[in-house]
């Protein structure tokens, strides 16, 4: 449903950002984007709702064309919300429910029911309480949850979250991904950039690898996460977890080339072994 194809940008003449990039999510999915320090996922999720217009190539969603005139845009993006890596590109309100309201109020829905998903938007994001805080007067965290809630409160189609876990503590983690899957549960489609390779298997239904504006990978976690010469050249690790088994494997335990991901799947892999042995 929601489609790039061969997108090429620089941001200026002599360094090429995205070679040509071309990816497809399908609706209902919830995919990560990784990649190192770089390699050009912020760049690829601003061409998502067109704040970047590309050099070349072009953006689809349910198979029409991304234009760039106001009316399209309009359209596009509230199909598709961004939240940005920096929650201050993206607070500007003086207040939390003024910054909520801003873009429902924007599609003129009538004022109850802009409340209404303000509340419910900064509920589910654990922020109730705050609707009359100045942004500034929050902490990292929760200026990040705020503006998942200005994504929410607009009801997309398609969340896209590059790097929404960088500033979260451990239970803001967990919180994240507990609501990114009920998100996805209810239908909305999720892409997510990250280089939190452990979490990626907790939700990651498909993985997408960009190395230096180029995909040079895609598949499940699984798939992608066997392959050493692919994690390699993206400067990624495995999951903990998995790096554990392969080291147990050197030591002679005979895995059959399935390694876990979580530690849900390494407990139930130790039970295997325990009882095998
Ligand atoms: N506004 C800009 N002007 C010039 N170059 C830029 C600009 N923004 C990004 N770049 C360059 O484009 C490349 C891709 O940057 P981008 O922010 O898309 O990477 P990223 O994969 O999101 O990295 P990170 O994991 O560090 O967030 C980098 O080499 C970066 O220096």
Do not use: W
């Amino acid at each position: 449903m929601l489609e790039v194809k061969n997108i090429k940008y620089s941001y200026n003449a002599d360094y090429q950002a995205l070679k040509g990039v071309s990816l497809k999510v399908e609706k209902g999915d919830m995919v990560a984007l990784l990649g190192k320090n770089g390699a050009g996922k912020s760049t690829l999720f601003l061409h998502l709702n067109g704040i970047y217009q590309p050099d070349e190539g072009q953006v689809f969603i349910d198979g029409e064309e991304l234009k760039y005139d106001k009316k399209s845009l309009l359209k596009f993006r509230q199909k598709v919300g961004i939240v940005f890596q920096n929650p201050d590109d993206q607070i500007f309100a003086p207040t939390v429910e003024e910054d909520v309201a801003f873009g429902p109020l924007n599609l003129g829905l009538p004022m109850e029911e802009v409340q209404d998903r303000v509340e419910e938007a900064l509920s589910r994001v654990g922020m109730s309480g705050f609707e009359k805080t100045a942004p500034h007067h929050l902490s990292g965290g929760q200026k990040k949850r705020v503006a998942i809630a200005g994504i929410l409160a607009m009801k997309p189609e398609v969340m896209v979250l590059d790097e929404p876990t960088a500033g979260l503590d451990p239970q803001g983690v967990v919180d994240l991904s507990i609501l990114l899957n009920e998100l996805n549960d209810e239908g909305i489609t999720i892409v997510i950039s990250t280089h939190e390779v452990d979490l990626v298997p907790n939700y990651a239904k498909k993985v997408f690898v960009l190395v230096d504006g180029l995909l040079i990978a895609e598949g499940t976690p699984k798939e992608i996460f066997a392959k050493p010469e692919i994690l390699e050249q993206a400067n990624l690790k495995v999951p903990i977890v998995t790096d554990l088994f392969q080291q147990l494997e050197s030591e002679g335990f005979d895995m059959k080339g399935d390694y876990p991901l979580t530690i849900d799947e390494a407990k139930d892999k130790f039970l295997e072994l325990l009882n095998k042995n």
